[in-house]
């Protein structure tokens, strides 16, 4: 149970890296380099309170500032886009009759619904994700993520966004994943509590704790751990043209996962290097 449970935790564990030495916001202002207007970069966690927002209402009102956004998800494709099709499982294939029904109905009592539905497109990672959000007080009665809920306000705004990762690599991630270990540690997940005394509270992801982290320590000059380095590096390589783009067409406000901003190989770092100037934004 606990080696699922940790596995768990680093599937989730890539958006809410807490850890640092200086005090630096997770909002950063991007200037210089040619750029006519300034830029902002936001690191989120996927399964954060959208009630967070509330609580910083300047993250909205610079958002609301600018020409674009920029998601990993969802809005419009930038560039020329590799295109593919993203192969995922049927969820009955994954799970076993029993854990079938166990995940079906701890979602049919939440906002998402029955799975049923959407038996044959269902993400299991998104899922992983929503059971992270679903186990928690502030972010139960969520019916979407962090970053999504982010987009649906801009875009109801009138802002047009647009999408970082492209669907080569999402399919390329897919079919290196293994589906049967994913399904397994969404049930543990589903039957336990992230507050077992055999689980330290660092595995999981604590919503208070990613609120301090809006004025929280950084890692930008040490290098990430393997997991994290799986999952960000062909992404940031695909990402750090398309963001270059955007922000000197105008200014944009970039909301990717925090330890996507973190580390050598993070993006502050690849925009420092190529002659950004970034600075913390006191929230």
């Known amino acids: 149970m606990k080696k699922a449970l940790l596995f768990a935790s680093l599937l989730i564990l890539h958006s809410a890296a807490i850890f640092g030495q ?11 380099n040619g750029l006519k207007k300034p830029s902002y970069l936001f690191g ?17 009102q610079i958002a609301a500032g600018v020409d674009f956004a920029l998601f990993e998800k969802g809005g419009n494709t930038i560039g020329n886009v590799e295109d593919a099709e993203i192969y995922t499982p049927p969820l009955d294939s994954v799970f076993t009759p ?25 993400s299991l990672m998104a899922m992983c994700q929503a059971v992270v959000m679903l186990k928690q007080k502030d972010s139960k009665n969520q019916d979407g993520f962090f ?13 047009p966004t647009f999408q970082l990762d492209e669907t080569g690599q999402m399919a390329r991630r897919e ?7 994913l399904a397994k540690a969404i049930v543990v997940m589903i039957k336990n509590d992230f507050r077992e005394k055999d689980i ?8 208070d704790l990613y609120a301090a982290t809006l004025e929280h320590p950084m890692k930008l000059d040490q290098k990430a751990p393997q997991f994290i380095l799986d999952d960000t590096v062909e992404r940031h390589g695909i990402w750090l043209p398309k963001i270059e783009v955007k922000v000197k067409e105008g200014s944009c406000f970039i909301a990717v996962g925090m330890a996507h901003l973190q ?11 190529n002659g950004y100037t970034l600075n913390p934004v006191n929230l």
């Open 22 to 32: 200086e005090n630096q916001s997770v909002l950063w202002k991007i200037s210089g």
């Open 200 to 207: 330290t509270p660092e595995d999981f992801f604590d919503p």
């Open 147 to 159: 970053d999504d809920i982010i987009q649906t306000r801009l875009q109801d705004s009138g802002k």
């Open 98 to 122: 029993e854990e079938y029904a166990l995940v079906d109905s701890f979602f049919t009592a939440s906002p998402f619904g029955s799975i049923k539905p959407h038996n044959n497109e269902a």
């Open 175 to 181: 079919e290196n994943r293994d589906n049967r270990i």
């Open 44 to 60: 989120t966690v996927h399964t954060a309170s959208v009630k967070i927002l509330d609580r910083f209402p300047k993250i909205m």
């Open 263 to 273: 580390y050598q190989t993070g993006l502050i770092q690849l925009l420092k290097n």
